[in-house]
């Protein structure tokens, strides 16, 4: 049996870890023993602690509790905790998502004391550092030593950026192994898409009516903290709804909630919050969130797991965003750019009233995504002895 350390700490990746603790649990329970580190990135009871229960993932073996600090405050807390329950753990992996802080931190950490590094959703780029984002991706795939991208775009900048697919195991640091292995992202929604229409009250709570809304979100800080881009986007949204009639479902990530008042101007504040159309709602859970998205006839996020889970379920969307690391969903037309700007965003939605996307290709994989990973790290651990 190998032992394998997962760090976790923002919301998104405590759903990301559900689909390969599932598939250890179902498929190789007896020959993975998984540890579960939560940093405490994340540590908002409706963020964070809500999904361990909803997803039936294990409870961490290990919560560092960080909270929120500045990047370098954060980060330099993360690695010293981590690094001393790797020291302890003595892990043949060490399982890292995306591109958090968490993310980076065990980056730093586990190379130093050469652990070998698992990057999930590896290959990912918006070619843009001044996202915190990106830097955290770039420097954890090259600590890495087993590359798992869910797209063939993000397989494809690994080679560009001089990672050698035609390495051969056993893979290192210096000789890693590239794979192009589906979106574990797509084996969540797939899992729990029917539980999700089953169990969730979200429409009947907030009186949203199936295909007569939009689903919005919004987190980014650049989008939250600049007034004149915040102002833009809740223009848009009001403008889209006085134009269609539809109502607009916005669960609120705390730092939204709390800069909105601060950052719009009063006149559009309060157009907001007294428009019976537009539902502020407090965040909601994992399986309220597919459930809206399954619903929705629209969405328009700033997110990038929105961005794909609207794929997952074909709906056009709306990116808030300059860049996406997605670019997939906009080449085949089912999802386009509008960054914050008002007339690009009602641009866009006139452009998918007029012609909605019809074509939607499965390019996030087969559903299978966290069994390769799991059966690639057995199969490695093997290789390096």
């Known amino acids: 049996m190998i032992k394998i350390v997962t760090i976790i700490g923002a919301r998104p990746q405590i759903i990301k870890a559900a689909a390969l603790s599932r598939a250890i649990k179902t498929n190789f329970s007896d020959r993975i023993q998984e540890i579960i580190v939560h940093t405490g990135q994340h540590y908002d009871e409706n963020m964070s602690e809500v999904f361990f229960r909803e997803l039936g993932i294990p409870l961490p073996d290990y919560n560092l509790n960080v909270g929120s600090a500045s990047h370098g405050v954060q980060t330099a807390r993360m690695i010293e905790g981590i690094e001393a329950i790797l020291i302890k753990e003595k892990p043949a992996w060490l399982v890292l998502y995306g591109d958090t802080n968490s993310t980076l931190a065990g980056a730093v950490a586990a190379s130093k004391i050469h652990v070998p590094i698992a990057h999930i959703e590896a290959g990912l780029r918006s070619f843009n550092k001044a996202m915190p984002e990106e830097i955290n991706r770039i420097l954890c795939d090259h600590c890495s030593t087993l590359l798992f991208s869910p797209t063939e775009t993000g397989y494809k900048n690994l080679v560009h950026e001089g990672f050698n697919p035609e390495n051969q195991a056993p893979f290192s640091s210096d000789k ?76 609120l990530h705390p730092r939204t909630a709390k800069l909105l008042k601060t950052n719009l101007s009063p006149e559009c504040y309060q157009d907001v919050i007294s428009n019976p159309l537009v539902h502020l709602m407090e965040p909601v859970s994992f399986l309220d969130m597919i459930a809206l998205e399954q619903n929705a006839s629209h969405i328009i996020t700033d997110s990038g797991g929105v961005q794909k889970e609207a794929y997952f379920f074909k709906k056009p969307c709306i990116i808030l965003r300059p860049e996406t690391e997605w670019k997939e969903i906009v080449e085949v037309g089912a999802a386009q750019i509008a960054d914050a700007s008002k007339a690009r965003i009602l641009d866009d939605w006139s452009r998918f009233m007029e012609t909605p996307p019809m074509d939607f ?25």
């Open 176 to 251: 890693p192994g590239i794979y192009h292995c589906g979106d574990v992202m797509y084996d969540n929604s797939l899992h729990f898409a029917a539980l999700a229409m089953k169990q969730s009250q979200v429409l009947r709570k907030n009186q949203l009516i199936a295909d007569q809304y939009i689903l919005c979100t919004i987190h980014r800080n650049n989008n939250t903290d600049e007034p004149e881009r915040l102002q833009q986007i809740f223009e848009a949204l009001l403008a889209i709804v006085k134009q269609s009639g539809k109502q607009i479902a916005l669960p």
């Open 361 to 385: 290709p499965s390019i996030f994989g087969d559903g299978q995504a966290a069994r390769f990973i799991a059966g690639e790290l057995i199969s490695q651990s093997q290789n390096s002895k």
